[in-house]
């Protein structure tokens, strides 16, 4: 009996293992000690959760780079005055490149600079 249950117990393992992964345990692998198309199946598994788990922190690192455009994107949509939506765009701009500060400039007849549309430079 004890040769029947490895087989059925070894398949139970990767059901376990997919299990897991759909309710996002991403960060399981799983070890076979065996040579054979199981051990190749688990092992397709566990490459599939970390590229998986590698993807989902690219795509928040890449939501967070997006952040500032939606909220200017919801400013406009919802009838900001011009001002405060320039004002987002220069925060989002320094928020972005890292800048400590970051200005927006306007040049008036003949290219004669006139004093900034928009300024953030926050105080500390």
Do not use: W, Y
Not at 64 to 88: C, F, H, K, S, Y
Not at 93 to 108: D, I, K, R
């Amino acid at each position: 009996m004890a040769e029947l249950e490895r087989p059925i117990r070894t398949v139970l393992l990767p059901a376990a293992l997919v299990a897991r992964l759909a309710q996002g345990a991403l960060q399981e692998q799983v070890a076979v000690d065996r040579c054979d198309e199981l051990e190749e199946l688990v092992g397709s598994f566990n490459s599939m959760a970390s590229e998986l788990q590698a993807r989902l922190a690219e795509l928040g690192r890449r939501n967070q780079e997006l952040a500032p455009v939606q909220r200017m994107d919801r400013q406009m949509l919802a009838g900001t005055p011009l001002e405060e939506i320039l004002n987002e765009v220069v925060r989002a701009s320094a928020e972005l490149a890292g800048a400590a500060a970051c200005f927006l400039l306007q040049a008036g007849p003949e290219g004669k600079m006139l004093p900034p549309a928009a300024v953030h430079a926050p105080t500390h």
